[in-house]
């Protein structure tokens, strides 16, 4: 197997070691038939008690098409459900059904073996710094603070045209 090279492209760099993380959770989490990713989604919609579906997606860091497609398979399979807004029925909000409540506790007892696998593997104190940094960067300030390009200090780029 090849040496991972240290790459300066800190998305490149985020991306592989989720791949990787994503695969232990499913390892882990295959037992319940649920990916990691519809874990953390099923965990989502329970901490925030049946959200609208741009609640949803705004919590998870997701465009609502992601979102609908994630959420597709569960619905299918019977675990959540669109259910109307009693506030606004033009709306939909999500919840888990009786079974969805059922495989996410299954599958929570799994992950929590893996969560400790983890701090164990990793270390404690990186894991809560790791933790907290992603958060940072899935915060919406990054966001905003990423697209205000600083001004250079040596002026505008004579090469580069307006409007690219």
């Known amino acids: 197997m090849a040496e991972t090279v240290p790459h300066p492209c800190s ?15 499913d390892d882990a ?20 008690d049946r959200p609208s579906m741009g609640e949803l997606a705004a919590a998870m860091v997701m465009d609502l098409s992601a979102l609908g497609h994630t959420l597709r398979p569960l619905a ?17 909000r999500v919840a888990l059904t009786e079974a969805g409540e059922a495989r996410f506790r299954a ?12 701090e164990t593997t990793f270390g404690a104190e990186k894991a809560l710094l790791l933790r907290t ?11 905003a603070a990423f697209r205000e390009p600083e001004p250079d200090p ?10 690219r």
């Open 11 to 25: 998305n490149a760099a985020l991306r592989r070691a989720t791949r990787r993380l994503g695969q232990l959770y």
């Open 29 to 48: 989490l295959a037992p319940t038939g649920l990916k990691a990713t519809q874990f953390g989604l099923m965990g989502q919609i329970r901490l925030l």
């Open 76 to 92: 299918r399979d019977g675990l959540v459900a669109l259910v109307v807004d009693p506030r606004d029925r033009r709306s939909r």
């Open 107 to 118: 599958a929570f007892r799994l992950w929590r073996e893996a969560q400790a696998r983890f």
């Open 133 to 143: 940094l992603l958060d940072e960067i899935a915060a919406p300030p990054f966001a």
């Open 154 to 163: 040596a002026g505008p780029d004579p090469d580069r045209r307006p409007g």
